[in-house]
């Protein structure tokens, strides 16, 4: 009974944390330029600015793909209850994504560099993403294996 107390509890909370921070990194992505400023160097050969600004365009893009591919793991996990019971793993990711979505909001609102994204993507998108894929390929591989065990003839 006080498990399902504590599921009710923490599952909303975590879908509140996850969609808070899921619209800060939208609005990252929508004032990186601003981030991307700050970081390059103003002087210098035209042509090389001009390549840095295109490397670190790219390498924002990437982050910032790469932290929507981890929302859309987490969310799908959601969705298929694969981490609804583990109380342990839907608090750190609570947590973390509370966290990361402050972090991230002052990150686009104070204008930082670009290069603070890298460990804040690693700290607060990947590290609750993990746990909840590794939940997935576990209840994936144990459904196939249950379908190998039970003989369904058609």
Known sequence: MAMDKTVATIL????MALLLHFS????????KETNLEVALRPWGNPARLARERSDAQFNFDWLIAASFACFAVEFLGLLMGVS???VGVATLATALHFCGAFLMFWFAMEGWRYTVFLPL?????LVPA???LVLMC?????????DQ???VRM
């Open 12 to 15: 909303p909370l975590r879908f």
């Open 24 to 31: 800060v990194v939208a609005l990252v992505n929508s004032t």
């Open 84 to 86: 609804m019971r583990r």
């Open 121 to 125: 993507f690693v700290i607060f998108g």
């Open 130 to 132: 993990v746990p909840e």
């Open 138 to 146: 576990v209840f994936v591989f144990k459904s196939l294996q249950l």
């Open 149 to 151: 065990i039970v003989d």
